[in-house]
Every structure is written in structure tokens, then in C-alpha cells.
């Protein structure tokens, strides 16, 4: 099993930057695929972007394409998502998500993860 807990949120102006960490516990870590999703009050959760157990696979929302980056460091059980030009759009809650295999072959759908997080906000004023 595996437990996970987002970190790095907060208020930023647009064009800012900011950079989440999703710290993980559990042995076999390192197997496994992590996302983040987000979502904003009053709309569905939405897929960000998502690295596979070797960081040899990133994935991400066309929205964010360019913008944020992902990755992942397996010796410190953490994933990371860099947030460049940070738009007021952006606004949201973000979630970590762990699962150890992608059955369906969709990286960005939620149904896919078996772990999530709390979540943390990231408000991007304009």
C-alpha cells in the first residue's frame, strides 16, 4: 500500500511559478506510476499529468503542455510538479495519485489510481 501527501501550494500571481511535491511511503514506490490531478470548486476533477515508475514516460493535459513539468525522485519517494507561467485558470485543488499499473492504457483518468491524497490548493490571482 501506499499513502501520499501533497505539499508546496499557495498564492501566486499569474506568471508565477510554483512547485508541488507529493512525498510517498511504501516499499515499492519506485513501481509505481504517480499523477496529479486538480480540481477547481464546482467542475469535475481533471487529469495534469502523470510520469511512469521510471520517469521514462511523462504525460500531460494539453492545458498544461509547456507550462509544467513533471518528475520524480525514487530514492526520495517524491514527485514533483514544477509550475511555470502560472495562469489565474490554474486555480484549483491539486491531488497526488498513486497506482502500480495502468490497466486501461489511460494515464489520465482517475479511475486508474488506487491512492490519492488530501490535496493541496494553488490560487493564481490575476
Known amino acids: 500500500q501506499v499513502q501520499v501527501v501533497e505539499s508546496g501550494g499557495g498564492l501566486v500571481q499569474a506568471g508565477g511559478s510554483l512547485r508541488l511535491s507529493c512525498a510517498a511511503s511504501?516499499?515499492?514506490?519506485?513501481?509505481?506510476?504517480l499523477g496529479w490531478f486538480r480540481q477547481a470548486p464546482g467542475k469535475e476533477r481533471e487529469f495534469v499529468a502523470a510520469i511512469s515508475w521510471n520517469g521514462g514516460g511523462t504525460y500531460y493535459a494539453d492545458s498544461v503542455k509547456g507550462r509544467f513539468t513533471i518528475s520524480r525522485d525514487n530514492a526520495k519517494n517524491t514527485v514533483y510538479l514544477q509550475m511555470n507561467s502560472l495562469k489565474p485558470e490554474d486555480t484549483a485543488v491539486y491531488y497526488c495519485?498513486?497506482?502500480?499499473?495502468?490497466?486501461?492504457?489511460?494515464?489520465?483518468?482517475?479511475?486508474?489510481?488506487?491512492?490519492w491524497g488530501q490535496g493541496t490548493q494553488v490560487t493564481v490571482s490575476s
Open positions: 495519485a498513486a497506482t502500480p499499473q495502468i490497466r486501461s492504457g489511460r494515464a489520465g483518468s482517475p479511475k486508474e489510481y488506487d491512492y
Open positions: 511504501g516499499r515499492t514506490f519506485s513501481r509505481y506510476v
